[in-house]
């Protein structure tokens, strides 16, 4: 099967079909270059042969001004969010459609997990990915 990754982090864009490791890498730009608040936007592997409503959501927080990000999965196993190695002592919030998303302090990872996680998508089918270290969601 065929997967693209259709993404979106506000009402003003179209969503993004993401097929392939450059695009993924133009939408983590455009991500960083949407404002200097932290934005987060929504992931979805998509079969292009049959369009199915996924069952699970990639959501996708970047750090304008830095190398970090967080992501959260949600699917048939549960909620989940990135662990990262160090807390933030202010928190870890992300703006999604102009309001803010809290995300566990210790969420941030830096935006080559959030890539790599990207590129698994693309290719495994929505499965949450191995490519980051997860934390159950409460």
């Not at 369009?51 to 549960?78: C, F, I, Q, T, W």
Request: overall charge negative.
């Amino acid at each position: 099967m065929a997967y693209f990754l259709e993404a979106t982090y506000d009402s003003e864009h179209e969503p993004a079909a993401l097929r392939a490791p450059e695009e993924i890498d133009a939408f983590i730009k455009e991500l960083l270059a949407a404002g200097t608040e932290p934005i987060a936007a929504t992931v979805y592997a998509i079969d292009e042969a049959t369009n199915a409503d996924p069952d699970h959501e990639l959501v996708v927080g970047v750090r304008p001004g830095s190398d970090l990000g967080a992501l959260r999965y949600a699917g048939e196993d549960g909620d989940w969010f990135s662990l990262g190695e160090q807390a933030r002592a202010d928190g870890l919030e992300f703006a999604y459609f102009g309001t803010a998303t809290e995300f566990p302090a210790d969420a941030e990872v830096s935006l080559g997990i959030v890539r790599a996680a990207l590129c698994e998508m693309l290719t495994n089918g929505g499965v949450r990915p191995t490519r980051a270290l997860w934390q159950p969601g409460e």
